[in-house]
């Protein structure tokens, strides 16, 4: 007998155990969260100039791909058409183009 196929959606009348991680907006939060701890932690040690281009180069690049991601993925999700859906498109558009300006400029 075949086994059911478990697509992660819970059986009706059932609360979703998952319903916190499938929320955009507080995925967005937590995202805002990190990026500004990263930069806050990264404008720290790009103060030396021997070692700024490496830093930049080994850790800022890696992090600003990661974080365009994010940003498009959540700007796809919560950019719908409607006041909040340009909202979010302005935000996360002003954040991926703020993050490589930041890094290039630091």
């Not at 939060?29 to 040690?45: I, K, S």
């Not at 790009?46 to 991601?69: M, R, S, Y």
């Not at 940003?71 to 950019?79: A, D, I, N, P, Q």
Request: proline share 8%; net charge neutral; charged share 10%.
């Amino acid at each position: 007998m075949p086994h059911p196929v478990d697509d992660g959606a819970p059986e009706a009348g059932q609360p979703d155990p998952l319903a916190r991680f499938r929320d955009w907006r507080g995925f967005l939060l937590a995202a805002l969260a990190v990026n500004g701890l990263f930069v806050w932690g990264m404008l720290g040690q790009v103060g030396d100039p021997a070692t700024a281009t490496w830093h930049k180069a080994l850790v800022w690049l890696p992090f600003n791909c990661l974080a365009t991601v994010v940003y498009y993925v959540v700007l796809l999700k919560l950019g719908q058409p409607g006041a909040w859906g340009l909202f979010y498109k302005l935000l996360c558009g002003g954040l991926i183009i703020g993050n490589w300006l930041l890094m290039l400029s630091a």
